[in-house]
């Protein structure tokens, strides 16, 4: 079986192929910017290209797939954070780097195989407008800024469609510059922004003066370095695709003469009441504020697994407890599973739903069909590699009633593992024995707390 995903460009769903005669399979894909926790819509996007990643390596081998995803460490928001902080640059972005890593691990997202950063590609950033201006395709303006001409670049649209929809609306070129990295004066992009007071110390030297890159070619120069010219899937928010994946392939291919991706994909927002999860409208939720309300990353995995990529997802808090609940399920439903002997094509269903353009709530509705039909036929092996694709980990949530002296904590983890193994006899045992210590457990669905025995 192979993977279909959409394609925005040709608004197909087709499937992925390494372009090249090497058989490796090159996959860029936007990465944050970093000058705050990434919150939870952001990981949809980052957790949905984690399936992608893994359906990829199923299918082509580990060893031939580059993933890359870039670090977006200089623009306007972190440049502002930095002053409003007081603290340098690379202060604030190595710091918000490292809880991105973190959160990602957390949610078990595999690590891309290059993780590049803008600033450290000024020099291709540079090499690149260099070009575009060579090849009549920028140009500067008095205040030592570049800027790419969207007219030298007759395809300029083909993505968003973009001039359509000037057509009808005769506005589409115009939104964009309300971007901060857009000309005022129409649709021409910033390659190279100015010095400015602003910017305090963040700047470096170019053939146009100091300044700093615009937003849109860190990208371009990143894909060429480390993936090649040319690509065979590229991916982000939908709210990537105009401008920034435009202004990429734009830029890319006026630079490069040839194309830039085969495959473009790009998944639906989270949102909250209706609108797009995002920093500036406040509505935000991150790992750590769901953990302080007592939800697993693995839980906010599986809720955003839940929606189907290419559709918006409202999120709400009661997604979690189900989550928690499914995760459960698939637990206790792996722990009665023999190790081998059974059919290992017990869920070809599931996968077949993921490659069928990344259908997870597809996926995840074959999985519990398959649940509700019982173990037999199926083994540990088949279950955990499926589950692997969707990059759930099972483990159970840490019991609560930690200052429950050592051994009322083992008699509690041996009851609830008999409970789990249907085993209830030991289970009414070992609560008997729980409470001559003096305490009580209580069960819930997905764990246990203690506590002292009410007199
Ligand atoms: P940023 O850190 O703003 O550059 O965004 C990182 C990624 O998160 C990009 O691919 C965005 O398209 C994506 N993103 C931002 N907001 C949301 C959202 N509410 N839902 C899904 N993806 C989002
Ligand atoms: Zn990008």
């Given at each position: 079986m192979a993977l279909r995903l959409f394609d925005s460009l040709t608004r197909e769903i087709r499937e992925l192929k390494p372009s090249q005669g090497d058989g490796v399979l090159r996959f860029y894909n936007c990465g944050p910017t970093v000058y705050a926790a990434a919150h939870i819509g952001n990981f949809r996007t980052f957790v949905v290209n984690d399936v992608i990643r893994r359906l990829l390596d199923r299918q082509f081998g580990a060893s031939h797939v580059l993933h890359v995803r870039n670090l977006t460490d200089v623009d306007d928001k972190t440049i502002r954070r930095s002053r409003e902080e007081g603290r340098p640059l690379q202060e604030v972005t190595r710091h918000w780097t490292s809880k991105f890593h973190s959160d990602c691990a957390a949610l078990n997202c595999l690590p891309p195989h290059v993780e590049p950063t803008a600033t450290g590609h000024i020099e291709e950033q540079i090499g690149m407008i260099a070009a575009l201006e060579r090849r009549g395709h920028a140009y500067r303006t008095d205040d030592g800024s570049v800027y790419f001409k969207v007219s030298s670049f007759p395809e300029y649209g083909s993505l968003s469609r973009v001039k359509e929809r000037e057509l009808k609306t005769g506005s589409a070129l115009k939104t964009a510059s309300a971007d901060a990295d857009e000309k005022e004066d129409?649709?021409?992009f910033a390659l190279w922004k100015a010095h400015k007071a602003d910017d305090g110390d963040v700047f470096w030297p170019s053939p146009w003066g100091q300044g700093r890159p615009g937003w849109h070619i860190e990208c371009s120069a990143m894909s060429k370095k480390h993936l090649g010219p040319t690509i065979d899937l590229h991916t982000g928010g939908v709210d990537l695709l105009f401008p920034h994946h435009e202004n990429e392939i734009a830029q890319s291919q006026c630079c490069n003469g040839q194309l830039f991706s085969h495959h473009w994909y790009h998944s639906e927002h989270l949102?909250?009441?209706?609108?797009?999860?995002?920093?500036?409208l406040?509505?935000?939720?991150?790992?750590?504020?769901?953990?302080?309300?007592?939800?697993?990353p693995m839980a906010v995995r599986y809720a955003l697994l839940a929606g189907h990529p290419r559709k918006q997802l409202n999120f709400t808090l009661e997604a979690l407890p189900a989550a928690e609940k499914a995760l459960t399920t698939l637990r206790t439903f792996r722990d009665t599973l023999p190790a081998t002997g059974g059919d290992p094509t017990a869920l070809a269903s599931v996968i077949a739903a993921l490659d069928d353009d990344l259908n997870t709530p597809g996926a995840l509705g074959a999985l519990f069909t398959r649940i509700n039909q019982g173990p037999a036929g199926l083994d540990r092996a088949t279950f955990d590699e499926t589950i692997h694709l969707l990059g759930l980990v099972l483990t159970a949530p840490p019991a609560a009633g930690q200052d429950a002296p050592p051994h009322v904590q083992e008699l509690a983890a041996q009851r609830w593992a008999a409970k789990q193994a249907r085993d209830f006899k030991a289970a009414d045992l070992l609560r008997a024995s729980l409470l001559e210590t003096g305490w009580t457990m209580l069960d819930r669905k997905d764990g246990y707390t203690l506590e002292r025995t009410k007199r």
């Open positions: 129409g649709s021409d949102l909250v009441d209706g609108k797009k999860m995002s920093k500036s406040g509505n935000l939720y991150t790992l750590d504020d769901l953990a302080a309300k007592g939800f697993r």
